[in-house]
């Protein structure tokens, strides 16, 4: 009994002391870190305030909205527009079976401004970003990566307007217990382990006559 409550207190003390991942970083140009592992395969000819896509090799799909109606070109590199041409509206992209751990893409501006990031989830959830430089010469990479997230909207800002986000990128993030987790875990393992050398102690008992 007394290793078992020795056993509680340590879980107690892990869930009380693991720290929280650092939040996600901004890296600007393209490949300039974490080289996100899958291809992000948006459904050509989709429109709406929804559009979607898959991964080329792994499993999972990813939804893109905003409040504007949102085309898919059917021609050219993977890329999400809107339907007269001219995204100034925000645009969310959200994975939808799990975090993301990296996360590139690129934003093709039509005018200069700035762009801004809001991350929902992981350990990155409720994330603003400062703004960041958006020119209009159509290679405006972004990638982020270090912490993890669920979604990302973009929003543009001081005369930004935008053509098309193309050329995404991501890696899906391996699921890690959370810290109250792993103390449940250790003290039901534990609760099992006293249990079962309680029985082996019954079973060895000699009764003599």
């Known amino acids: 009994m007394r ?16 720290p929280a991942s650092a939040a996600v970083t901004i890296c600007l140009g393209g490949g300039c870190v974490a080289n996100p592992d899958s291809n992000v395969l948006l459904n050509t ?3 709406g305030t929804s559009v979607t896509g898959t991964l080329n090799n792994a499993s999972g799909t990813v939804t893109l909205t905003s409040t504007e109606s949102l085309s898919l070109p059917a021609n050219g590199a993977a890329r999400v527009t809107a339907t007269d041409g001219v995204l100034n509206n925000p645009l969310t992209f ?8 990296a996360l590139e893409f690129n934003i093709n501006a ?10 929902s989830g992981g350990d990155s959830d409720g994330l ?6 958006l020119s209009q010469n159509g290679q405006n990479f972004f990638n982020a990566f ?4 669920q979604s990302v909207t973009m929003s543009f800002a001081n005369g930004a307007t935008v053509q098309d986000v193309r050329q995404f990128r991501m890696t899906s993030a391996a699921a ?8 449940l875990m250790l003290i039901g393992f534990g609760a099992i382990g ?4 309680r029985r082996r102690a019954d079973s060895v008992r000699v009764r003599f006559a």
């Open 128 to 133: 603003v970003t400062t703004l960041y430089d």
């Open 146 to 149: 270090n912490g993890t997230f």
């Open 94 to 101: 959200t994975f939808n079976d799990g975090l993301i751990s």
């Open 45 to 47: 000819g989709d429109t």
């Open 3 to 18: 290793n078992l409550i020795k056993l509680t207190a340590a879980a107690a003390l892990i869930g009380a002391s693991v």
């Open 194 to 197: 006293f249990g079962m050398r």
């Open 176 to 183: 890690v217990p959370e810290p109250a987790t792993w103390a």
């Open 110 to 119: 039509l005018t200069n401004g700035d762009v801004f990031f809001t991350f």
